[in-house]
Each structure stands twice: as C-alpha cells, then as structure tokens.
C-alpha cells in the first residue's frame, strides 16, 4: 500500500498537482464519518478511528433513499442519501469542463461524484466488444426489416464502437468506467428536491442518470473513498 501512495503522489506531482500528504487513518476516519454525517467537521479527528468512522444506524427500508445516523449528529434526524450511477456518457465530444455544471454550478446540493475503474485484460475487452457489435447489427437488421428509420444516434454509437475496436486491437487495455453519484440531504422531501436540481445538473454535462433504487445501501460506497480499490 505503501508502495502504491508513493507512486500515486509521484504521478500526481508530475501533472503538477500538489500533494501534501496521505490521509492517516484518523483523518481518513473522519472523512468517512462525514460523508454519513455532512455535520461532522472533516478535520475533527480526535478519538476518530477505524471502530467509529462508521454510522451507529443504517435504515435502508426505503426503496428511494438510504437513512444514516452517527452518535455525533446535533439532531436526532438522521441524513438520507440517494445514490446514481452514470448510465450513459456523452454521446457528443466534449471539452475539459463538461463536467463544471454537475460538480461547481450546483452549490446548495451535498453531493459526491466518484469514477470507479476496473482494468480487464485486453482478450476479455475484445470479447465483450465483439458481443455488444454482433448485438447492434443483430438489432440493426431487425429495425431494417421493420421499415423503421434508423435513428442517428445509433450510426454514432456504432462508431464508437468500432474506433473501440480499433484501440483494443492496437495494443490498448480494456477498462470498465462507471461513475456513481451520492445526494445527501436532512429530510426526504429536500432530497426529492435535490435529487431533481443534479438531474438537471448531470443533463447540462451530456450524462444521463439512473437512481439506485432498492439498492442505495449497497451503491453509496462505491462514493467512499477507496470503496473498491483496496482487497483483503
């Protein structure tokens, strides 16, 4: 683990961005405390441990949302959060700041966007490539033989897909992209309201969303820090 902070700084350094240092696990404890409970001062690490960075209660009854509770918390209302993963990516090109929208332009909004990355070797890539490929013509010459007008969307998504192609079979790795973002508002009723506002947000930055639903405790983590970098 050592190892790889100290690479990850070295990278980091090398796209000129700053690194201080690493997150002890105090501070790393507290970090994770405060994305369950916004009211827990980030910096606040005395007595913060691995035992307690976790909430005292977790109601995932609901099917919309996840209720969490900590001993901290000034009230006896717990925080809902509502969690989305990025169902489609920009379908156009795009500039650096496509993303300004979702991340700057909503400050009234508590939220957490996170990208979890998974590499897969090159083979496995190329296989799945093939399937989706043979899926699209399949539904292509359905749609011919239905007289129905071929949507262009579809021409600019089979592009893609062949450019993809192309990249895999050059020498590129495969990865799976998935981005997830977390609302965290104090009642239900300011969720629904927030949840709206970064729908709109994730519009503005060419995403389109699709809300966890029944499953948000088990899709907040993937908004935790090093939720699915780190196995035992």
């Not at 405390?33 to 007595?47: G, W």
């Amino acid at each position: 683990m050592a190892r790889e902070l100290t690479d990850i700084c070295a990278r980091l350094a090398e796209a000129d961005i700053r690194v201080r240092q690493p997150l002890g696990q105090g501070r790393l404890a507290s970090l994770v405390h405060s994305m369950y409970d916004p009211d827990h001062p980030i910096d606040h690490i005395q007595a913060m441990t691995k035992r307690n960075a976790w909430p005292a209660e977790l109601d995932a009854m609901e099917a919309t949302y996840l209720q969490a509770k900590t001993r901290e918390s000034s009230t006896r209302a717990p925080w809902c959060h509502a969690t989305a993963w990025v169902k489609e990516w920009p379908m156009t090109p795009v500039g650096v700041n496509f993303l300004a929208p979702l991340l700057v332009h909503t400050p009234d909004v508590i939220r957490t966007v996170a990208v979890t990355m998974d590499l897969e070797p090159t083979e496995v890539a190329i296989e799945r490539m093939l399937t989706e490929k043979t899926n699209d013509e399949a539904e292509a010459s359905r749609q011919a033989k239905m007289n129905r007008t071929v949507d262009p969307r579809d021409i600019a998504a089979h592009g893609r897909l062949d450019q993809r192609g192309e990249d895999l079979a050059s020498g590129a790795a495969g990865v799976n992209l998935v981005g997830y973002i977390t609302v965290s508002s104090r009642s239900p009723e300011a969720l629904a309201r927030d949840k709206r506002t970064i729908r709109a947000s994730a519009g503005k930055s060419y995403l389109k969303l699709e809300w966890c639903d029944r499953e948000h405790h088990r899709a907040f983590v993937n908004t935790l820090p090093f939720a699915t970098g780190i196995r035992r």
